[in-house]
């Protein structure tokens, strides 16, 4: 069964930075692509970026372009969101998600991701 726990959330003060860390388990995820996606209160769920096991470039959204960097650990099974120059607008519950179909274009939409984590709030103050 596919787990994936996701850790590294807290309140930081505008500026700062985190690191988020998902440790997926479960089964072998090579050809997986795997996400990090957010929800703000009242919001709906977006994407944030994304990053294949086996290889590629990552991807971002718009917003979070030159401030996150999503990277992997594939001896480790862990992914991981480094988060910089925080904003108050980048708060919301951050979920790890695993897409199995790696090499699809829609590495933006939560429907293509089949696993989920629980999430883990990050609250920026301003």
């Known amino acids: 069964q596919v787990q994936l726990v996701e850790s590294g959330g807290g309140l930081v003060q505008a500026g700062g930075s985190l690191r988020l860390s998902c440790v997926a388990s479960?089964?072998?995820?090579?050809?997986?692509?795997m996400g990090w996606f957010r929800q703000a209160p009242g919001k709906e769920r977006e994407f944030v970026a994304a990053?294949?096991?086996?290889?590629?470039?990552?991807y971002y959204a718009d917003s979070v372009k030159g401030r996150f960097t999503i990277s992997r650990d594939n001896a480790k099974n862990t992914v991981y969101l480094q988060m910089n120059s925080l904003k108050p607008e980048d708060t919301a519950v951050y979920y790890c998600?695993?897409?199995?179909?790696?090499?699809?274009?829609?590495?933006?939409?939560?429907?293509?991701?089949?696993?989920w984590g629980q999430g883990t709030q990050v609250t920026v103050s301003s």
């Open positions: 998600a695993a897409d199995p179909f790696g090499y699809s274009s829609s590495y933006y939409a939560t429907s293509r991701y089949n696993y």
């Open positions: 479960g089964r072998t995820f090579s050809g997986y692509r």
């Open positions: 990053i294949r096991w086996t290889g590629g470039s990552p």
